[in-house]
């Protein structure tokens, strides 16, 4: 919760800019509707840390919006400057509470990295239940804090599906995406032609060291009246 310029603050003749500052990055904080929004209260507060190096509230409210944007570390380390600014004072003890709840996140979140970084890696093995084959080749690659997706065949790139969304929680894998069985233009007289199958994927993190994933993938063909089809098996990866 953001809060403004306490008693403390007031005693210690804080400068008139160094509070402007401040106030404009609590207003901003309060308008934000996004990570990206909350930059400019960052950069407010810092403006004031600038002015007033001193001033322990401007510290704490870095420590809460960064802890907004998921800059865990960050947020640690500004809560930590304003506990050696004002060590004994009624916020201290929450202050401390918050840190300790941020190392656990910062922990987990080194933890989804070190997952997203062995999925970039590559498949080296696809053991998958009832004669599964996966014709098109995958990889995976950043974004931002997240991971997409690029499905394709090199044989045939008209059919390649770039940059699909992938949604990760740290322990599940989750997406959708499209494979073409049969995109030979020396098929095109097939009346299913080019084979579209959508393939709804379900992963879970049973393993990290390698990272290997217990995979389910639901597939349904796009033409003729076919039943979906569920199959099982592991995705084994390089790292």
Aim: hydrophobic residues 35%; aromatic residues 12%.
């Amino acid at each position: 919760m953001l809060l403004g310029i306490t008693n403390n603050s007031i005693a210690q003749n804080i400068p008139e800019e160094a509070r402007r500052h401040f106030q404009y990055g609590i207003a901003a904080a309060e308008m934000a509707t996004s990570s990206d929004d909350l930059q400019e209260a960052i950069t407010e507060f810092k403006k004031a840390a600038s002015i007033a190096p001193d001033w322990a509230d401007v510290y704490y409210q870095l420590g809460l919006v960064l802890e907004k944007t998921q800059n865990y570390n960050d947020a640690i380390a500004y809560y930590k400057k304003y506990l050696q600014l004002s060590p004994n004072t009624e916020r201290s003890t929450i202050v401390k509470d918050l840190i300790y709840k941020l190392e656990y996140k910062a922990a987990k979140d080194k933890d989804k990295q070190a997952i997203l970084d062995a999925l970039q890696s590559g498949v080296k093995e696809k053991k998958m239940e009832g004669g599964f084959t996966f014709l098109a080749g995958i990889a995976f690659k950043p974004s931002g804090t997240g991971i997409l997706l690029d499905v394709g065949r090199p044989d045939y790139p008209e059919f390649n599906q770039m940059n699909i969304p992938v949604e990760f929680d740290g322990k599940t894998l989750k997406m959708s995406y499209f494979v073409y069985r049969c995109p030979s233009p020396g098929m095109s007289n097939y009346k299913y032609f080019p084979c579209e199958e959508k393939h709804t994927f379900s992963g879970n993190v049973i393993s990290t060291n390698p990272l290997i994933l217990d995979v389910t993938i639901k597939v349904k063909q796009s033409s003729g009246n076919f039943s979906p089809t569920e199959y099982k098996g592991q995705w084994i990866f390089n790292k």
